[in-house]
């Protein structure tokens, strides 16, 4: 078949390998995660990404190619006869080439059809998001997998619905994946994310405020680090919403969010782990209430200048889904999942291992190994080796889901806001020291947010009553240095 003469030219033909070539491994690569239904993250990087573009460089080869040829030839004063614009049916060369030209536009509209299409669902995939720059989403990927959030697409809390949304987030992504290019991205990756939508756009289209929620019984089991590991067991009734349900948001922890309610916050910056100046909104009264710090206050002219943040889902759930727990967290998971064994002194030994920071996961599962391996050797040689390794395991599994020493993502990066003991949450507001004009305090009264419902060590616990709340007793004894000082102060850092 024969096509106009300056379609022969080396660029032109290259383009046509190079497109054909091309096409050929988007039909293979589509084939075979079809057959095994099992397209890896880098075939779909491959296959919808890759791929289409060089065909698309292959396919502006050939007319570029035609275009150089064709002036070429004019030089030459061998003018294509006649003029070639001039498309003529009569010479069969040009039937050839608009039937080629023809049939591969039709052809190349439906597979950019399909493949934007795909392209469009693989780049808001979670392998795309996640496995694809593994090394620099890993940890969010494994704590994500993790979560409760585990089966929500990355997209929906991160994207969400929207050609607008998916051409901003695509246009910061290609930045990103020049950083990642360029080696220059950010560890750890920083956080709060500015553009995170909001919380109505995202949490909301699940999870609805006025739905309301029963309160949730928490029950933990904790290891002091004796050389008994003395477990010590809490149960909590955290109120989540009102004690009935038609009271609804009327009152317990899931006040805040009440549609009549605006609280609007000042941080001291953007980790938001200080909030000194906090006001209170009523919508459908519009009574308002400011409480101000009085241990540190912020200046008038920071507040006048400043936009406060409204609080929403976000500045208690910050971590639904990448929650990177602290060593004593992760160990006393293990202990109490039966995963690390309770041999003596395991606590206390782990958390001597885990205080110093690791350069790299390697050296921190060789030091695990060594350090716990070596300690039973020397000082319990009657423990079997058996027990030995599974303690490693188990300490070394916590490890590799909530350390990440290469992108330096860890607990003392990523706080959570849910709580107050290993950080100060709720305590950021509720710390007795936010006062009003009017003294009032945003309390941390122990029984507002939940009820103590059992606490102490097995076969010596103390049981509230029906309905009611046991005055809290601290683990060990700190005099009363729990009730003036903030659990966090101590328990932040309490091993290092
Ligand atoms: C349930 C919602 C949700 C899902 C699903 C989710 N994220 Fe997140 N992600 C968040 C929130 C909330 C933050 C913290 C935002 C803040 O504090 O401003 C965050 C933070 C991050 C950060 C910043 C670093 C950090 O840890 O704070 C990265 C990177 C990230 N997510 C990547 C991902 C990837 C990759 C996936 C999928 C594998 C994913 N996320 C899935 C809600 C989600
Ligand atoms: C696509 C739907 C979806 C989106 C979006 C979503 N969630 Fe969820 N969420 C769920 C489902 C489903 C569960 C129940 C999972 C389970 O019980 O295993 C859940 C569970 C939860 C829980 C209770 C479990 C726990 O870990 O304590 C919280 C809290 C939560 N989500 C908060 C959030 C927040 C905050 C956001 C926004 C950043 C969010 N969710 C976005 C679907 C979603
Ligand atoms: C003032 C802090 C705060 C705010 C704001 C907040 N929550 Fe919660 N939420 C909590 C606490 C505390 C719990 C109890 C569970 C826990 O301790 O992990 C909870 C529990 C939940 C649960 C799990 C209920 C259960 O028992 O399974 C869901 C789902 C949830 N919240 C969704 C949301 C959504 C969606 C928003 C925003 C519209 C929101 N929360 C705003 C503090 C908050
Ligand atoms: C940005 C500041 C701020 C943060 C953070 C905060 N709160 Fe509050 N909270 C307030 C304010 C302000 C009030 C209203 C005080 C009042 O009227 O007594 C309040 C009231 C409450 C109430 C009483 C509601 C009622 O009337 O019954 C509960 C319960 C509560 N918060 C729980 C929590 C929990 C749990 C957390 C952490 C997950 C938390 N709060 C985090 C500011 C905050
Ligand atoms: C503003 C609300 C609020 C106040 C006030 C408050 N707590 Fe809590 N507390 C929480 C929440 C929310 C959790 C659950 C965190 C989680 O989801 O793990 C919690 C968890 C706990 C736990 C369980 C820890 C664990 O890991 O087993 C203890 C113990 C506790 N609180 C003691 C206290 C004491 C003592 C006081 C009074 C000084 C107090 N709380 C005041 C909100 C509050
Ligand atoms: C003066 C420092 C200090 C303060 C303040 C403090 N704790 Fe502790 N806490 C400790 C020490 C030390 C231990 C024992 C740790 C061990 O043996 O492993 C402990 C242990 C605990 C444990 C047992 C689980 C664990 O992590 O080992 C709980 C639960 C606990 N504290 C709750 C609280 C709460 C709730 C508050 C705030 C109301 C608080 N603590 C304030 C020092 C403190």
Known sequence: MKLP?????????TGTVISSVSL????????????????????GLFSFILMPAIMIVGL??????????????KRAKRELSPKWMVIDFGDPRYRNAASVFGIGTIVLMLLTAVGSYEAYHY?????????????????????????SHARVACVECHVGQGANWYVKSKLSGLYQVYAVLANNYPRPIPTPISNLRPAKETCEECHWPEKFYTPRLQYA???????????????????????????????GIHWHINPDVRIEYIAEDDSREIIPWVRSIDLSSGDTVVYEDS????????????????MDCMDCHNRPSHNYLLPQQFVDQGLSSG?????????????????????????????????????????????????????VKGVSDG???????????????YSDHIGHIAYNGCFRCHNDSHISRDNLKITRDCDACHSILMQGSPGQEEFSPVNGSLPFRHPVDIDQVWKESLCADCHRYLYL
């Open 60 to 73: 502006l080869l050939i007319p570029l190619g035609m275009m150089r040829e064709a002036r070429r030839l």
């Open 5 to 13: 003469e300056s379609y022969y030219n080396p660029l032109s033909l």
């Open 295 to 310: 241990w540190v206050p912020l200046d008038s002219a920071t507040i006048a200048t400043a936009t406060p943040r409204v």
């Open 123 to 147: 780049t808001e995939s979670v392998e795309f998001c996640g496995q694809v720059c593994h090394r620099v989403m890993k940890p969010e990927y494994i704590t994500y997998m993790n979560s």
């Open 339 to 391: 995963n690390i064994p309770l041999l003596p002194g395991v606590k206390a030994l782990t958390m001597d291992i885990l205080k110093d920071p690791y350069p790299t996961e390697d050296s921190a599962l060789v030091a695990i190994r060594t350090l716990i391996s070596n300690y039973y050797e020397i000082n319990h040689p009657e423990i079997s080796k058996e027990d030995v390794n599974k303690a």
């Open 24 to 43: 050929l491994l988007i039909f293979l690569s589509l084939l075979l995660s079809f057959l095994f239904n099992a397209g890896s993250s880098y075939l």
């Open 221 to 251: 089991q904790h290891f002091l680090s004796d050389s008994l590991n003395t477990r010590w067991d809490i149960q909590l009734r955290i109120k989540t919403n009102s004690s009935h349900s038609s009271a609804n948001l009327s009152e």
């Open 399 to 413: 490890y590799l889901r909530n350390i990440f020493p290469e992108m330096q993502a860890s607990w003392d990066v």
